[in-house]
């Protein structure tokens, strides 16, 4: 059974940084793209990030570019987003998900998913 889990969220302070991973098992984990995504309360979820294969080539959304940084460790299955300059704005839960697409930002390019993480920006 594939199992993504997310973990790191919590509530942090405006201009604050936060590290957030995601431990994948139950698939061929260098096989899949990887990407973020996150959806704030009354929005529709959106990307925020994805990482190639070998985790060579990375994608940002221009809200979160120059702030987040996309990574992977393939050894250990494991995806992460360091979050820093962080504004209420990223207020949102976050997931992690799969994909066979390097760079897709579209969501229903993405296989399986996480039950998501709660990051909460105070201002």
């Known amino acids: 059974q594939v199992q993504l889990v997310e973990s790191g969220g919590e509530l942090v302070q405006a201009g604050g940084s936060l590290r957030l991973s995601c431990a994948a098992s139950?698939?061929?984990?260098?096989?899949?793209?990887m990407g973020w995504f996150r959806q704030a309360p009354g929005k529709e979820r959106e990307f925020v990030s994805a990482?190639?294969?070998?985790?060579?080539?990375?994608r940002y959304a221009d809200s979160v570019k120059g702030r987040f940084t996309i990574s992977r460790d393939n050894a250990k299955n494991t995806v992460s987003l360091q979050m820093n300059s962080l504004k209420p704005e990223d207020t949102a839960v976050y997931y992690c998900?799969?994909?066979?697409?390097?760079?897709?930002?579209?969501?229903?390019?993405?296989?399986?998913w996480g039950q998501g993480t709660q990051v909460t920006v105070s201002s």
């Open positions: 998900a799969t994909s066979t697409y390097y760079g897709t930002s579209a969501s229903y390019q993405y296989d399986y």
């Open positions: 139950g698939l061929t984990f260098s096989g899949y793209a």
């Open positions: 990482i190639s294969q070998g985790g060579g080539s990375t």
